[in-house]
């Protein structure tokens, strides 16, 4: 009998971890997408004879450790084991150290398959499948067992030491958890409900939605009850998951709080972020002979994920400081910490993507993980971002002009069935039933060419036409999951000399459909956010299980702390724009030298600002004021926030659902109030009327779903900056006569008391 094993690893980890070495290189990355790939080895497995297997799992053990994983095909009349990798382009020009770790992968299934079968010999061949041409690569030894028994025993001694190190870290690392203790003198109003929610759902295995008035503390009432289930509920990892870099930042701190409140609790917490913003070589290509922290990347990696390992906060700068001391680069140092971290930090995307790092990782080493969605509202236009593709024709056009000889002729053909579209539209903007097949043939033709000569000429392709074949291969991907959740749609515009020149959009409409085996992969999902209503939206377009929990936080703030006043005699309608510019200024005006300070005022669009800032600023040059302006970059956001102080007085101008919605915190005087002039509604333009037909036809609600639930809660997010604590007071101003009807005020925190403006003045409609 085997010791019981007490450390799990995946086969492919484990040769990930002991049987890489030489150059990050992304040149020859097998690129066929996941869907590719399985139809590849189905493929392979359909050519095989009658008694052939196909997925055989597999275990063994050695000293404390247990190998598990699925062998991609074993064949019972030759003894031969296969090890299949699906890829497109020249495999010659595979680099050495990418084969090497496919025989390694070969050669441990083998030995378990000899142990399971208790052969003395076996076939191993390495079967490599080209995606677009069906052929196969065959590359096969034959083994002793003994020699296969020798290699797998030194790779698990070679992984050992690590993998006590690992339990060792784990076991104090639970016990640390189950002795944690709230790192604040006590909790605030609401937050132990919270605390508490997060704990039983994922004690439950449930998914919780959670909407909790912002200045509760969600950030640690949701972390802290996580870890303390790490052991109860065997948790591998946490995921905290966010919009904004604001919220990494916020998850960052409270982590940091619990972490120095337990110091005898050794956790890992790793922030990741984007790839452009870790690259220290932005001018050079991934691979060893451009990069210099490419080159030899796996022979040091272990130096630099050693020294990792012993940081509590993997933050970018923590992470940079230990990539840069040993020469790797910081981006693929954190995606490999991201298999050895408790907490990941980290935007959505890492998460939900279609090709997302997190949920890769935690599939494919079967980990049980938890999810925060942090903001969760935000999880519906990324949602649909995330899952929409858009490819316009002069992008296109450039790259044509620009293109190597042998990728002119299908970039051509695309051109041919694009414009062959043009004729079929006669409105600027068109709706259609479906993407047309002749063009996604020619895009498909097209990226595969590209990626052929991207393996042939690793060096030679411009930053364009890389940007169009990455956008190519999106569009067809999206494409390929096309149904009633989508809208196709072109946009044509005129082009010099006649020439009609279009963008072609496949817009995801309602996410659910992605979202929801993502959040049912995880033990447990928590959405939170303090606007999460009304419930039945969030939950059709999130796609949250039929169990999932919903609460509704109760607010630590009374209904005296903020005034808030719904100004009827003003319309913000478009048409009413001009005529409710002198009244608005004149609000605005006298509710200053009411109560002076530190005032935030919304507004619909940049015009619509701008009119009326320049208006506030003639009428009233004595009064401060400061606005946001198109694209402001972090450093012009920081000084716009930095101007309201304790003891400043003064009104910052904002677009609603803009960079100052939602997500900053100015507590005390330093925000007294904020005047909204505006329902948040979306624009009404051809595009959300065809998303607004989609919802009716889907859930029968089109212009509330479109339109008046995303303004509100944009609305709702905005006035939460203006109450921060419990000693705060300040005062709200809905300006708007639509603010008034019952059906919006029954949309509006129930804590609220909304009384109508006293100010009885004309008119001005």
């Not at 971890?17 to 590849?40: H, M, N, Q």
């Not at 790092?357 to 903001?375: K, Y």
Request: proline content about 5%.
């Amino acid at each position: 009998m085997s010791p019981t094993p007490s450390y799990t690893i995946a086969v492919r980890a484990l040769c990930e971890f002991t049987a890489k070495v030489g150059d990050l290189d992304l040149r020859f990355t097998p690129s066929p997408t996941a869907l590719e790939g399985i139809a590849g080895h189905r493929t392979v497995a359909s050519r095989r004879s009658e008694g052939y297997q196909a997925e055989v799992s597999l275990e063994g053990h050695y000293q404390t450790l247990k190998v598990k994983g699925r062998a991609d095909g074993y064949d019972p009349t030759r003894h031969c084991l296969e090890e299949v990798k699906t890829y497109r382009g020249d495999l010659s020009k595979q680099p050495a150290n990418h084969r090497q770790l496919h025989w390694a992968q070969a050669k441990i299934y083998a030995w378990l398959m000899c142990q399971k079968l208790q052969l003395p010999r076996i076939d191993v061949a390495l079967v490599y499948f080209d995606i677009v041409s069906e052929k196969e690569t065959c590359l096969t030894q034959d083994f002793e067992a003994e020699q296969l028994q020798a290699f797998f025993e030194e790779q698990c001694a070679l992984f050992l030491a690590w993998a006590e190190q690992e339990m060792t870290h784990r076991q104090a690392r639970n016990r640390g958890a189950q002795a944690l203790v709230f790192p604040h003198a006590g909790f605030r109003p609401g937050q132990r409900h919270l605390a508490e929610s997060v704990f039983k759902a994922v004690s439950t295995g449930r998914c919780l939605m959670a909407q909790a008035p912002t200045g509760i503390g969600k950030t640690v009432g949701t972390l802290f009850p996580m870890l303390k289930a790490l052991a109860p509920q065997q948790l591998d990892k946490v995921y905290f998951l966010t919009a904004k870099t604001p919220g990494r930042k916020l998850a960052l701190d409270a982590a940091q709080v619990i972490t120095r409140s337990a110091p005898s609790m050794p956790l890992r917490v790793l922030e990741m972020i984007a790839r452009d913003k870790a690259c220290e070589h932005p001018d050079k290509a991934c691979h060893g002979e451009s990069c210099p922290l490419a080159r030899g990347f796996y022979d040091r990696l272990p130096g630099a994920r050693a020294a990792a390992s012993q940081v509590t906060l993997l933050d970018q700068a923590a992470l940079r400081d230990i990539a840069l001391a040993h020469s790797v680069c910081p981006y693929y140092l954190s995606q490999e910490m991201a298999r050895w971290a408790d907490v990941v930090v980290a935007d959505y995307n890492y998460y939900f993507d279609f090709s997302a790092l997190l949920f890769g990782l935690a599939q494919a080493n079967g980990w049980t993980v938890a999810t925060l969605v942090d903001e969760a509202h935000n999880l519906v236009e990324r949602g649909r971002q995330m899952y929409s593709a858009t490819l316009d024709q002069s992008t296109l056009a450039a790259v044509r002009k620009t293109a190597p000889e042998p990728l002119k002729k299908s970039l051509e053909r695309v051109n041919r069935q694009w414009n062959a579209l043009h004729g079929a539209q006669v409105a600027v903007y068109q709706a259609y039933e479906k993407p047309p097949d002749k063009l996604l043939q020619a895009l498909a033709t097209c990226t595969t060419a590209i990626g052929d000569y991207l393996n042939d000429h690793p060096q030679g392709l411009d930053s364009a036409l890389q940007g169009f074949y990455f956008e190519a291969l999106q569009f067809g991907r999206v494409a390929e999951a096309f149904d009633e959740q989508f809208l196709f749609d072109i946009h044509t515009r005129e082009s010099g000399r006649q020439r009609k020149l279009s963008t072609l959009c496949v817009r995801n409409v309602v996410p659910a459909g992605f979202l929801r085996p993502r959040l049912k992969a995880a033990r447990s999902s928590v959405l939170f956010s303090a606007t999460l209503s009304p419930r039945h939206y969030y939950a059709d377009l999130l796609g949250t299980p039929e169990d999932t929990v919903w609460i509704d936080v109760e607010s630590p703030f009374q209904a005296e702390q903020l005034d808030v006043q719904v100004v009827s005699r003003i319309s913000t309608r478009f048409a009413h724009r001009q005529a409710s510019l002198e009244p608005i200024v004149a609000l605005m005006a006298r509710q200053f030298s009411e109560r002076p300070g530190n005032y935030l005022a919304f507004f619909s669009s940049f015009d619509y600002l701008q009119q009326v800032a320049g208006l506030f600023a003639e009428r009233h040059p004595q009064i401060a004021t400061w606005a946001q302006s198109r694209g402001m970059g972090e450093a012009p956001r920081q000084a716009f926030l930095e101007r309201f102080m304790e003891h400043s007085q003064g009104i910052g101008f904002a677009v609603l659902g803009g960079a100052f919605g939602e997500g900053i915190d100015l507590p005390g005087a330093r925000l007294i109030g904020a005047f909204i002039a505006t329902l948040g509604l979306a624009q009404f333009n051809p595009v959300n009327e065809q998303m607004k037909q989609r919802m009716a036809a889907i859930f029968g609600d089109g212009y509330d779903y479109t339109y008046l639930y995303p303004g509100l809660q944009k609305v709702v997010q905005a006035a939460g900056r203006v109450i921060r604590t419990q000693q705060d007071r300040g005062v709200v101003m809905l300006i708007d006569d639509r603010f008034g009807e019952a059906r919006v005020q029954h949309l509006l925190p129930s804590w609220w008391s909304v009384t109508q403006e006293a100010h009885n003045s004309p008119s001005h409609q």
